[in-house]
């Protein structure tokens, strides 16, 4: 008689408590370090003297530069040899050390250059391409911590709300640190290296501190002649890029119209300080209650829900009063359902790399984010624009003049339908999505079937 052994059954690695906490740390440094930099055009044109209108046309190239550029990076970053720490937690450190020097540098080149607006170019747009070779591979780490589903769903909300705490204390603290330091370009220059060694010593940590489990079932890596079928030939890249830019497009309209909403709709500009926290304490929930809710009905259902609450909070300013509390309360609503989105990315991504690799035999971590920061970059531009055009169609005057009913309307469609009917539209792309949770699941074990059948 022959006798035949039940299968075994593979338990997934998970990462422990300890793990988890080191992940917080080092997206926690990536996002100060990051946010560091949201405050460049305050210092170049009230520290170092810089005309808005050449810092402006600064931020723009250097971002249309920079996003350029991500596809090619995510590329170098999927090619990288792996060393005794994996694929990306080398390069993470490295990256990160590169992009602190840089933006400390930021703050000191336009100080100390011939010309100030020379030293800011050459800083800024160095910094943009050292930021990208941290932060790819740390976004590549989730699908390759661990292959769980659940613990890929507790790193997601851990990075999404992270993300959102970091720049909630940049955003907090900065002018109050600045002050402390004495104010002028050394109180800038104090501020950008405090915050950036706090950063690189948390991303240290967190490099020794997780471990990479989920190692290709291939050792081949794609070649340039294969990007076409890989993230082409089906549905799932185009749709969640697609689905990525007009969320990006419509969270880079609200962004534009805030100041000019409260100050002339609203009609007091004190409540744009109050919009920050009432959006933040939502966006934190919504990043933490949203990955729990895919874990039980899946990615896609949890993303389509948390972009239509979202839409919900946008559309319903159109309809309140000038009220201040009312209008508050309706970005609080907004403010959950984009925090649940941001904490999805990480989460959608992972799924997808696994998908790719089950589909065409390539891990992709690298080139897949970095399309979604493409995706990100070019969104947070067209928004912006949107603002700029719908307001002057509708008759906006610059100078600080009082504004004429018509343009006061164009402000109220630039802050709530604008977004609103861009957001409905990314809802209506992602719905064609083709990775369900049953999809998904099948991947991911079918991967962890072949990677124990190849050890």
Sequence with gaps: MTSTLPPVRRTPAVPGIGEKFAYFGGVLGASVMGGVTGFLMLYLTEAVGVGAAAVGTLLLVARIVDGVGDPVMGYIVDHLPTTKRGRFRSYVLVGAVLCALCAVAMFVAPAWFPSALAGAWIAYLLWGVVFDFMQIPLASLVPSITDDPKSRGHLAGIGGFTTLIGAAIVTGVTLPMVGAFGGGTRG????ATVFCLAGLALV???VLGVRERVVPVSPER????DVRRVFFSGRAVPILLLAKV?????SGSLTAALPYFFLYYVGDQKYMSMVALVMAVPMVIGAVVVPALARRIGSKPSYMVSLGVAIAGLALIYVMPANPALVLSCFGVAGFGL????????????????????KHGYRTEGSLNAMTSFATKAGGGVGGGLVAYVMALTGFQS???AQNEGAIHGILLAQSVVPAVIGILGVLAFAAYPITRAVAARATAELAERRTATA
């Design 222 to 225: 794609y070649r340039l002649a």
């Design 246 to 250: 007009c969320v990006q497009v419509a």
């Design 399 to 401: 100078g600080g003049v």
């Design 339 to 358: 925090g649940g989105s941001v904490a999805l990315n990480l989460l959608l991504l992972a799924e997808l790399t696994d998908y790719t690799e089950w």
């Design 204 to 206: 240290v940590i967190m």
């Design 188 to 191: 800038w220059l104090m501020y």
